[in-house]
């Protein structure tokens, strides 16, 4: 129901733009949200855009990506991750993952219902 892609390998400095692409229903929900995942390390919040319609596409980051980090969605079913300014500390698989059940809540990765398959960020020094 959520197909991630738009990874791959860059050097420090560089851009890349994550895509999320959901099912009808999946987009439905509350928030999509980004995640990411460095070996070793615990999935951690990246982003989440609330798109319910009380929540007037509001978006919320994680403090070290504000800034660098554009979380966006278009017209249709598609959600975006654009990075800039990447850093290798930002390498990482990331998810895009939906909340359709829990209105308000964002951050934890438990409130999500649909996880994608990840994408693998690379960013070289």
């Known amino acids: 129901q959520l197909q991630a892609s738009g990874g791959g390998l860059v050097q420090a400095g560089d851009s890349l733009r994550l895509s999320c692409v959901a099912s009808e229903r999946t987009f439905s929900g509350y928030f999509m949200g980004w995640f990411r995942q460095a070996p070793g390390k615990e999935r951690e919040f990246v982003a989440s855009?609330?798109?319910?319609?009380?929540?007037?596409?509001?978006a919320y980051y994680a403090d070290s990506m504000k800034g660098r980090f554009t979380i966006s969605r278009d017209a249709r079913n598609t959600v975006f991750l654009q990075m800039n300014s990447l850093k290798p500390e930002d390498t990482a698989i990331y998810y895009c993952a939906a909340n359709y059940k829990y209105p308000g809540y964002f951050r934890s990765t438990s409130v999500y219902q649909v996880w994608g398959q990840g994408t693998q960020v690379t960013v070289s020094s």
């Open positions: 855009l609330d798109w319910s319609r009380s929540g007037g596409g509001s």
